[in-house]
Structure formats: C-alpha cells, structure tokens
C-alpha cells in the first residue's frame, strides 16, 4: 500500500541532544511538508520541500533542519537550540497540483526526559 | 493576512442527529478549502475539498461542506451522526507563502463528541 511512514513512533530526548525523526513516502510524491501539533494550536508548519535538494523555512523553522537528498525521504532533526521540542510531529506529502491534499503520516510523539 | 477560522473548540452532537461543524476564511482570491479529520494518536485523513465549481461538496465518509463566498465559509456537515464520527476536525485553506509555492493554513481544529 502506498503511504507515509513515521519512524519512531515515540521518541525521548535529553538535555542538549539533537535527534532526527524519520519520514519516508512510496506515493512518489515531489512535495514534502512537517508540523508541528500542540494542543489547542493546531498545525504549524515547520518546513516543507518542493523537490528533491531543495526546501524552505515554514511558520517555526527555529531550533530545527530537514535534509531532501532522496524523493522519498524527508527527516526532520529537533536540534539542541528547540527549548520547547515537546510536541506531535506530523509529515505530510502531496501530489502534482496545488489542488491536491496533502496526505499525512501517523505522527511521532517526542518527549523531554 | 490569509487564514481560517474555526469557532467552537468543542461541538457536542447525539447520535443520528445531523452534526455541523463550521469554518471561515479570508483570503484573497479563490479559495482551495479542505476539511481533515484526525483520531487520537494518528495523522490527519483528507475528507474533502473545495476548489470551483458546485458549492456543496461531497466527501468521505459520508460527509459533505457547503462553500458560502458571501459568508466566506465552508462549513462541514453530515446529516446523521455515528459514535464513530468523534474526532478532532480541522478546515485548511491554501495560502500563498511565496516563490510561486502555496500551503496549507490550518484551523486549530475542533473536538467532535458523538455521544450515544
């Protein structure tokens, strides 16, 4: 089946550590999107690609970076410089055509220990 | 500046009664309105989408929105709700962010309890 695959699905960072959250889709899609979800706020985007080796800064681009070296693939690293990483990460991709929906992934949960 | 309103954080409906759940936007030009649902601990799913043409759209699941441009809304409806129809809803509209390239603008959703 084709869809978007979010690896983990629950992650847990320390004090000072960069870690990367994983989103890859087999809908061969060339745009890529990340969110971030906090309760009562919506989506807020975080960055997005529109092809591969090239992306740009969403809404709340601080504290994090995305890489686009492969269609499919689209990681997210929540550096040491997010205070607030705690939060719903969701990906999404879309199709050809700005008419199209954005399909999304099932999300990764990150937490501060 | 280009954006979605939802009203009401939380709609409560019983069962089999019709169920609404409204959004409105501003934004310049013709609007491209889409309406997601998300259940608990998972991603948002696609209902439906406006983009021209007839103003009520029909959707998944049963569902269906009416685009009003006088009123600039796009309210989300479905005639007989089920238990199952309890989730967080969310309207989007597309936004201009420049560089040729649009995004989607979120509202910040509304929790919809079925309740039996």
Same mark, same amino acid.
């Given at each position: 089946?084709?869809?978007?695959?979010?690896?983990?699905? #629950?992650?847990?960072?320390?004090?000072?550590?960069?870690?990367?959250?994983?989103?890859?889709?087999?809908?061969?899609?060339?745009?890529?999107?990340?969110?971030?979800?906090?309760?009562?706020? $919506?989506?807020?985007?975080?960055? #997005?690609?529109?092809?591969?080796?090239?992306?740009?800064?969403?809404?709340? /681009?601080? $504290?994090?970076?995305?890489?686009?070296?492969?269609?499919?693939?689209?990681?997210?690293?929540?550096?040491?410089?997010?205070?607030?990483?705690?939060?719903? #990460?969701?990906?999404?991709?879309? $199709?050809?055509? @700005?008419?199209?929906?954005?399909?999304? $992934?099932? =999300?990764?949960?990150?937490?501060?220990? | 500046?280009?954006?979605?309103?939802?009203?009401?954080?939380?709609?409560?409906?019983?069962?089999?009664?019709?169920?609404?759940?409204?959004?409105? *936007?501003?934004?310049?030009?013709?609007? *491209?309105?889409?309406?997601?649902?998300?259940?608990?601990?998972?991603?948002?799913?696609?209902?439906? !989408? *406006?983009?021209?043409? @007839?103003?009520?759209?029909?959707?998944?699941?049963?569902?269906? /929105?009416?685009?009003?441009?006088?009123?600039?809304?796009?309210?989300? !409806?479905?005639?007989?709700?089920?238990?199952? @129809?309890?989730?967080?809803?969310?309207? /989007?509209?597309?936004? *201009?962010? =420049?560089?040729?390239?649009?995004?989607?603008?979120?509202? !910040?959703?509304? !929790?919809?309890?079925?309740?039996?």
């Amino acid at each position: 089946d084709g869809g978007i695959t979010q690896s983990p699905k #629950y992650l847990f960072r320390k004090e000072g550590q960069n870690v990367t959250l994983s989103c890859e889709q087999n809908l061969n899609h060339d745009a890529m999107y990340w969110y971030r979800q906090d309760p009562g706020q $919506g989506l807020r985007l975080i960055y #997005y690609s529109q092809i591969v080796n090239d992306f740009q800064k969403g809404d709340i /681009a601080e $504290g994090y970076s995305v890489s686009r070296e492969k269609k499919e693939s689209f990681p997210l690293t929540v550096t040491s410089a997010q205070k607030n990483p705690t939060a719903f #990460y969701l990906c999404a991709s879309r $199709g050809t055509g @700005d008419n199209q929906p954005q399909h999304f $992934g099932d =999300g990764t949960r990150l937490s501060i220990l | 500046a280009q954006s979605v309103a939802q009203p009401e954080d939380q709609v409560n409906v019983a069962e089999g009664n019709p169920l609404t759940v409204k959004c409105t *936007y501003s934004v310049s030009g013709n609007p *491209y309105l889409f309406w997601y649902v998300q259940y608990p601990n998972r991603g948002l799913q696609f209902l439906l !989408k *406006y983009i021209t043409g @007839d103003n009520l759209v029909k959707g998944s699941y049963g569902f269906e /929105a009416e685009f009003n441009k006088s009123q600039t809304s796009f309210h989300l !409806k479905k005639p007989s709700a089920l238990v199952s @129809d309890s989730a967080l809803y969310f309207c /989007a509209v597309r936004t *201009y962010s =420049g560089a040729g390239s649009y995004q989607l603008t979120f509202g !910040k959703g509304t !929790k919809l309890s079925v309740i039996p």
